[in-house]
């Protein structure tokens, strides 16, 4: 598709407009009988939209938004910034006849409805980012449901919602519905109870707390095994910004936070891609069953996401004061831990170092009891995705068993902490997992043992900020890919977190569903 526009501003200079499936080459024509060109080339892949609108005289405008990646100055690496192009169209008029003008005005505007119809559809088609994961395209023919979190993170996010989001989905074209929660569990209780089927997505503004409040209202409900298929899209505006920031790691950019990784997610979720996305089962001693899609802390990382609530005032800063409070004051948390290694990943099985009487004993050692249709179940089937009718935790047996016999069950059990990660990031500048995926299938467990020097633990933890931590051989830090756990705390008091919110203290164990949910990534 060829076309003449002008500039928008002054109608003087003019473009030769060329639009290909994969983009659009603007010619700025300095002066017609001039060689002299500039060409400038826009990737489609970063074009969110376009729209054509009359102007005052005879003219039309077209409008083409774009998001690319533009390297800031004194900036540390490439970010999305907000392009937006516009053209006047303006066929000749005859200024003395009205009707001609009329038809003239008319045309104009049929020509950069055209245009702008093309720019949708191609760039829709130029989604880029597949990088080989299986995406399917989320209908926008119902709107969006956008759970905004008022009080997240320093009590930002309707700013944002204001500043950024409802543009870009405006420019996307695509309708949506802004609902702001008013109380703990308000998300929860809204999806719970929505008419799905009005919904193409539900899509929070805040931090990861309110995105666990979604996924376990789409589990609590009668027909879960459909309502957890509602794509879920996450936008960054709290101060705990792990899925955001993991989604964009998959994409493969350069790491940006703050309002940059705001841009990014809001770009994904408005091209509408979506990827399957781990659950993880979570059991407690009080037969309370809860999802997460994030994370399972003890220890250190649990007592400074509790903690750091304090400091709410300073944003995604309140992790890193309560790290250095945290470390200064350091403590040892006794407790047992058992996990599922992943096949052929199994380390020394310790059953020995159990505790007779204790549930982490292994099944070995009481021959009559066979726990829940397990013996038989190798972990092999869970390489492929789980079929959400059958979502059953067949690999773990009642937390008052012992763990199955093919479990490992760690030696030490003096921690200084022990965190299950399900996504690559646990705070937007914390690559704790730099290999996991959203529909990975994996529990990428860490733990660090006592006797870790505070200046290590410290090297440890800004090492997380790049995810080069294991590069150091620490031999305190220990990772190995499990598929399920079983963590039984004996000090108290103390904390666990799930998600980054807190739960009951005391055994916990968990299981990954590979790929159940809906995750809109890029
Ligand atoms: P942050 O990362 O800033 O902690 P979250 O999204 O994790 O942001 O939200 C923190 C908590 O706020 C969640 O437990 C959520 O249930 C709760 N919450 C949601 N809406 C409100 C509200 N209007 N007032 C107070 N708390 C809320
Ligand atoms: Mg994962």
Partial sequence: MHGLFTDAETGRVTYALSLSDSCLT????????????????????????????????????????????????????????????????????????????????????????????????????????????????????????????????????????????????????????????????????????????????????????????????????????????????????????????????????????????????????CKGLTSKLDLISIQLSSGLHLFSFLALAWGFIADVDIESEQFRQIGAYRFLLSTLVRIASLRIYQGKLAYL??????????????????????????????????TECSNAEQTSTDSVDQLVDHLLVPLDQPVPQEWTVVEEQDFVLVIAMFQSHLGEDLLVAPDARADDGLIHLFYVTAGISRPTLLRLFRAMQSGTHLDFGCPHLVYRRARALRLEPLSRPGVITVDGEQVEYGPIQAQVHRGVARLIAG
């Fill in 26 to 269: 603007v010619q700025r024509i300095t002066s017609p009988a001039s060689s002299s060109r500039d060409t400038e080339r826009l990737d489609l892949r970063d074009c969110l939209g376009s729209r054509a609108h009359r102007g005052e005289d005879h003219s039309a405008y077209l409008c083409a938004y774009f998001y690319p990646y533009r390297r800031r100055w004194m900036g540390w690496g490439p970010v999305r910034q907000r392009e937006e192009r516009r053209f006047r169209l303006a066929l000749d008029a005859n200024d003395d006849n009205d009707d001609d003008d009329d038809d003239v005005r008319d045309s104009n505007l049929r020509e950069a409805e055209r245009w702008a119809r093309a720019f949708q559809n191609n760039s829709a088609r130029c989604t880029g980012h597949t990088h080989g994961v299986l995406f399917s395209e989320i209908r926008h023919s119902c709107g969006m449901m956008v759970l905004v979190n008022p009080q997240s993170g320093r009590g930002q996010a309707m700013a944002l919602y204001n500043g950024h989001v409802q543009r870009m989905l405006t420019e996307a074209d695509i309708p949506h519905t802004l609902v702001i929660t008013e109380r703990q569990n308000h998300a929860r209780d809204i999806v719970r109870s929505a008419d799905l089927t009005q919904w193409s997505a539900v899509v929070i503004l805040s931090g990861d707390g309110l995105l666990f409040e979604v996924v376990n209202g789409l589990m609590d409900r009668e027909d879960w095994e459909k309502a957890i298929q509602t794509p879920v899209g996450i936008l960054p505006g709290g101060s705990g910004n792990a899925l955001a920031a993991s989604v964009h790691h998959y994409t493969r950019a350069s790491p940006v936070w703050g309002e940059d990784l705001l841009l990014s997610c809001g770009f994904l979720l």
């Fill in 341 to 374: 290694p992943v096949e052929g990943e199994s380390e020394s099985k310790a059953a020995s170092s159990t505790t007779p009487g204790s549930s982490l004993q292994t099944q070995q050692t009481l021959d009559n009891q066979t726990p829940n249709n397990c």
